[in-house]
Nanobody, 124 residues
Framework: QLQLVESGGGLVQPGGSLRLSCAAS????????IGWFRQAPGKEREGVSCISSSDGSTYYADSVKGRFTISRDNAKNTVYLQMNSLKPEDTAVYYC?????????????????WGQGTQVTVSS
């Protein structure tokens, strides 16, 4: 079972920043594309960003392009999501999951199990 643990969420004012971490437990993260997803109250879960295991290719949803940056540190078995210029509409529970990055279709498709997620609240 590909279990990932999210952390780093919190309450931040609009325009602020947060860095989320996604740590792998019991397996080596190197071999997997990893995606970040979020679910706001009353909305469906949506893909936010994804990073390839092979060449570092990335995908970003249009709503976060230019503000969020995904990266991976294989030595620490962790994937990060740096979130800058946060907006109230970024408020959601953020999840990471083993995924498949489809670069041609510009999609990130999760296949791993979901963790607890980490709450991000952007509010003044």
């Amino acid at each position: 079972q590909l279990q990932l643990v999210e952390s780093g969420g919190g309450l931040v004012q609009p325009g602020g920043s947060l860095r989320l971490s996604c740590a792998a437990s019991g397996f080596t993260l190197d071999y997997y594309d990893i995606g970040w997803f979020r679910q706001a109250p009353g909305k469906e879960r949506e893909g936010v960003s994804c990073i390839s295991s092979s060449d570092g290719s990335t995908y970003y949803a249009d709503s976060v392009k230019g503000r969020f940056t995904i990266s991976r540190d294989n030595a620490k078995n962790t994937v990060y999501l740096q979130m800058n210029s946060l907006k109230p509409e970024d408020t959601a529970v953020y999840y990471c999951a083993a995924s498949t990055l489809l670069t041609v279709q510009a999609m990130c498709v999760p296949f791993g199990s979901w963790g607890q997620g980490t709450q991000v609240t952007v509010s003044s």
